[in-house]
Structures are given as structure tokens and as C-alpha cells.
């Protein structure tokens, strides 16, 4: 009997940690507050360089 794999998504790894997190896997929510974090500084920090001189 041959499976055919072609319907099967693989999960990637952010969508593999957020599920993990919902379970409530405390290392997975961890990963998840460090990636919002990183997220804020690069905005943060983009929203600083997109400034125009006067």
C-alpha cells in the first residue's frame, strides 16, 4: 500500500512553536515572547531610520 504524502503540510517552525505554546509548553512560550521582542526592537528601531532631516 503506497501513502500519498502530497496532502500533508509540514508545519513550520513557528507554527510548530505556537502550537506547542497553546499546549502550554513553557519553552515554547518562551521562544514566542523573545521573537515579539526582537520584533518590537526591529520596528522600533526601523521607525527611528524611515525619518527625514529637516
Known amino acids: 500500500m ?3 504524502n502530497s496532502s500533508i503540510r509540514h508545519l513550520t517552525y513557528r507554527e510548530w512553536i505556537e502550537k506547542h ?3 502550554g509548553d513553557e519553552g515554547a512560550i ?7 521582542y526582537a520584533e518590537q526592537r526591529r ?6 531610520c524611515q525619518t527625514e532631516p529637516d
Open 43 to 48: 520596528r522600533k528601531h526601523c521607525h527611528g
Open 2 to 4: 503506497t501513502h500519498d
Open 21 to 23: 505554546a497553546q499546549r
Open 30 to 36: 518562551s521562544q514566542l515572547h523573545g521573537w515579539c
